[in-house]
């Protein structure tokens, strides 16, 4: 009687190696999922921008300031009260130190309160903010 790893018996012999296909295709699953859902989550707090001639801007390296219908102040998608955000700001920028500011505003938003926001991000020593606007319609 041989002592084989199949046997005389007609067994299938022991496979020792590891089945992969089923890894690469949960892989693939999770690699489309994640293709769908990121940029559902770019989105962002909820404001209608002016409408003006100019090029879109990207958020490459910088933080998105929103002021929101209700003036409720946001960096990227965290709430700030007026005060708080003019308590907190400048030591949040010097924390992260992003290449430029980009401000967001609701066109409903009264200016003074855009202004007032303007102003603490100029006071932290920001140089570069730029003012997002969504592209003007052409007739």
Do not use: C
Request: net charge negative; hydrophobic share 45%.
């Amino acid at each position: 009687m041989a002592l084989g790893l199949g046997g005389d018996r007609g067994e299938l012999p022991l496979n020792a190696e590891i089945n992969v296909t089923s890894m690469i295709d949960v892989a693939f699953v999770l690699l489309i999922i994640f293709m769908i859902t990121a940029p559902i989550m770019q989105g962002g707090v909820e404001v209608e921008l002016p409408r003006a001639e100019a090029r879109p801007l990207q958020a490459k390296d910088g933080m998105v300031v929103t002021v929101d219908r209700r003036g409720r102040v946001f960096v990227d998608d965290a709430e700030f009260s007026y005060n708080d955000f003019r308590a907190t700001f400048r030591s949040l920028v010097e924390t992260r130190k992003p290449n430029g500011i980009y401000l967001r505003s609701d066109s409903r938003v009264a200016y003074g309160e855009v202004v007032r926001v303007l102003a603490i991000i100029r006071s932290a020593g920001v140089q570069n903010v730029g003012l997002v606007a969504e592209e003007e319609e052409t007739r």
